[in-house]
T-cell receptor
Framework: GQQLNQSPQSMFIQEGEDVSMNCTSSSIFNTWLWYKQEPGEGPVLLIA?????ELTSNGRLTAQFGITRKDSFLNISASIPSDVGIYFC?????????????FGKGITLSVRP | NAGVMQNPRHLVRRRGQEARLRCSPMKGHSHVYWYRQLPEEGLKFMVY????????ESGMPKERFSAEFPKEGPSILRIQQVVRGDSAAYFC?????????????FGPGTRLTVL
């Protein structure tokens, strides 16, 4: 089946630093999404990308939809302690239409004050 | 504007019992999805429903699991004769019928523990 790969499993950064996370796939996805999950809660949608090459920002977060449609990255600038959490990438086979999402295993981000 | 609601938040069952998990989608959303999450893992798709219809159940185990989304009331994920391997967090998501139908909004989850 389709899989999304996220590595490393954990990242440790200093408050104020920028961090970039990558997500790759062996197959094409036509929608890419990034979610953040905190302990005991459900994932929260951060950014959705619908077009190959698209670069979208949401505050300090920037995400790009890879031109090959097989990867995406998320960048967090000037990190703060509340950025701590697990960041998941997710892909959908269809653009915009309702369908299932395939998730990566997530990257746990720790921010040292 | 209430988000996706799930209850119960925590559920403990003994092996062989039934588990019923409920999900109320966001207002105005008619598409519901169920996912399962094991510790240290991402979410795995189980089933996608619209009102009174199962659209995609490709991720749902063939036995013991069923899902419904009736015309009135919440969506229900039902697990019969639970086993220890069913212990996981179960998340429900909903999405609008629009060009952004892939933007799924998740509930807080139900943590199922099977003793």
């Amino acid at each position: 089946g389709q899989q999304l790969n996220q590595s490393p499993q954990s990242m440790f950064i200093q408050e104020g630093e920028d961090v970039s996370m990558n997500c790759t796939s062996s197959s094409i996805f036509n929608t890419w999404l990034w979610y953040k999950q905190e302990p005991g809660e459900g994932p929260v949608l951060l950014i959705a990308l619908y077009k190959a090459g698209e670069l979208t920002s949401n505050g300090r977060l920037t995400a790009q939809f890879g031109i090959t449609r097989k990867d995406s990255f998320l960048n967090i600038s000037a990190s703060i302690p509340s950025d701590v959490g697990i960041y998941f990438c997710a892909g959908a086979a269809l653009t915009g239409a309702n369908s299932k999402l395939t998730f990566g295993k997530g990257i746990t981000l720790s921010v040292r004050p | 504007n209430a988000g996706v609601m799930q209850n119960p938040r925590h559920l403990v069952r003994r092996r062989g019992q039934e588990a019923r998990l409920r999900c109320s989608p966001m207002k105005g959303h008619s598409h519901v999805y169920w996912y399962r999450q094991l510790p240290e893992e991402g979410l795995k798709f189980m089933v996608y429903l619209q009102k009174e219809n199962i659209i995609d159940e490709s991720g749902m185990p063939k036995e013991r699991f069923s899902a419904e989304f009736p015309k009135e009331g919440p969506s229900i994920l039902r697990i019969q004769q639970v086993v220890r391997g069913d212990s996981a967090a179960y998340f429900c998501a909903s999405s609008p019928t629009s060009g952004r139908g892939n933007e799924q909004f998740f509930g807080p989850g139900t943590r199922l523990t099977v003793l």
